[in-house]
């Protein structure tokens, strides 16, 4: 009977194995044969058709404090212990990677324009004042008259206003954290002009200097007091929220504006799952490559409160059609600053850090955390714990962990990585100059730390993902760029490129390959010479190339990055990395 129950008992552990391989499977066939998309000689689809006409839906109001025990403690841990999971760890052994593929790139692997996010700088030319420019149109609130207080914002950390200017247009006014004047303001405009420009949804943020008869109090505005009753606002609930604010001089006052957005607010979007009353949303939001990616930019940005309701969508209607648009917002928490003023654990641990505590617990407290060894500038009052030296872009963490954030996987890093390169010097220092800090010497800093932080990500996924791209056919020959020289993260003494050529079908299944040849000039020679050893591979059997490319910088071959072109039309129709 031992027996007997010995053999069921591993009969039933092996066919409880063969599920949980069969659940893994897709993940590494998809990785496999890079997200599984058969070749097709047609137009690179560069625009997700999310947004067509929906149903206005309801307004999601998630409760704080569940989302705060959600994201620290039920998602990680179901991540953790998530039986297909540990079995994709098993694979990461044998070439497959943990989690699937972002699932809305197109055959290039990169980012259609969508709902959530609109191409820009890493695709497109853009200058400096562009950038700096960032999403604003009106310049910011009239100061042809009055401001009209229409709420008290008695919500959050820091006070502020809800204003109507002279245009009728509606800003939210916000100031610093008492005793750091300048910080959180100035670091709201320069990460909301870089997301922007990188090419995510964002308000039209600024910062205003006013003084105080500047602003009168609306007809029938009002507050509530902290017992929970509310009255009409006076003039002098106006007085009462600007003392507890520092003034830029005897009556006058610096704060950030951010003009309401265009549409119908339908409250955060989950970096988990997807909104069941959108028919748009398709996409599970953790499977979104511009949501996964944005950890990068989070760390470079040191972006740590990136909750849910940092997030807004807003219910829009354009071109005759009304969806959903998704939109980031309040950049004050970032490169340094705080909403209570500096703390240099930030990005460094989650506010519930089960690692973090565990390690100070185990080593009796002896364990030094890098974080206490940051130190602000000297001399730099508008300036936060925010540096390039001990900056390693792969350790980051936000306040609470993220769903998209933890199912990063290298490509998306590399797709960030890539725009964040395109930022030269000249684009970061027109964008702190829209800062106005107040002292030159931190907008000096603050682009040179931004510039240094940039670099570091550059590198840490260029390593591990072979920058080659934008490949294009000039004649006979495949042209492509290497990002890693041209953007000055490696150099170009020394670097070798080689390729070698096969004959495919749609299925990517190899009908003849030639043997490595150098890339001389940057580019793969396609003639009929270079490629005779294909000469019995019939185009109409197998009517694309693939040209697998190589790079090596003095320390061994690379990873290779492949382009698929048409033999019919020379078109390249897809990137595998």
Partial sequence: MARIRFLRDRKVGRALLLVLLLLAAPSWLSNAVAGGLTLRDEPVIWYDEDRESVDRPKVRDPNLTWDLLETTVVRPASRLFHPV??????????????????ANVNDLDEVPNSSWFTNRIGLYPLTPEEAARGPCRTGGPSMEAPWTVVRAKTEGVTPGFNIRDARGDVYVVKFDPPGFLGMTTAAGVISNRILHAAGYFVPEDGTVVFRRSDLAVGENVMI???????????????????????????????????????????????????????????????????????????AWLNHFDTKQHNTLDMYV?????????????????????????????????????????????????????????????????????????????????PLTPNTSFARMTDRDGYWAAKIISAFSDAHLEAIVETAHYRDPEAAKYMARVLGERRDRIARTFFDRVPPLDFFRLEGETLRFRDLG?????????????????????????????????????????????????????????????????????????????????????????????
Wanted: charged residues 30%; positive net charge; hydrophobic residues 35%.
């Fill in 317 to 397: 209607e354009e071109e005759g059609r009304t969806f959903l648009r998704h939109y980031l917002i309040d950049f004050a928490s970032t490169v340094g600053a705080g909403a209570r003023g500096p703390d240099p654990f930030h990005g460094y641990e989650f506010g519930l850090d089960f690692a973090a505590c565990g390690t100070r617990l185990l080593t009796l407290g002896m364990h030094e955390d890098e974080w206490r060894m940051l130190e602000r500038p000297f001399g730099l009052e508008e300036i936060g714990y925010f540096d390039g030296y001990r900056f390693a872009p792969e350790r980051f963490k």
């Fill in 485 to 577: 020289v041209e953007r000055g993260i490696y150099e170009e003494e020394g670097a070798r490129y080689r390729y070698r050529v096969s004959a495919v079908d749609e299925n990517r299944r190899r009908g003849g390959r030639t043997r490595w040849a150098a890339a001389g000039g940057k580019g793969a020679d396609l003639s009929a010479s270079a490629l005779a050893a294909l000469a019995e591979a019939a185009p109409d059997r197998y009517p694309f190339l693939a040209v697998e490319l190589q790079v090596d910088r003095r320390n061994g071959w690379s990873d290779s990055v492949t382009a698929f072109l048409s033999r019919r039309s020379g078109r390249v129709i897809a990137v595998r990395r």
């Fill in 224 to 298: 509530t007091l902290p017992d929970g009753t509310r009255r009409a606002m006076t003039e002098g609930d106006i007085d009462g929220i600007l003392s507890r604010v520092t003034p830029l001089s005897a009556g006058v006052y610096l704060a950030a504006c951010s003009r309401f957005l265009e549409g119908k607010p339908a409250g955060p979007f989950d970096y988990d799952g997807r909104r069941k009353d959108d028919e748009n949303d398709r996409i599970r939001h953790q499977d979104r490559r511009e949501l996964r990616g944005l950890r990068v930019f989070a």
């Fill in 85 to 102: 999971r540990l079995v994709r760890r098993v694979g990461t052994l044998f070439g497959g990677e943990l989690f699937h593929p972002a």
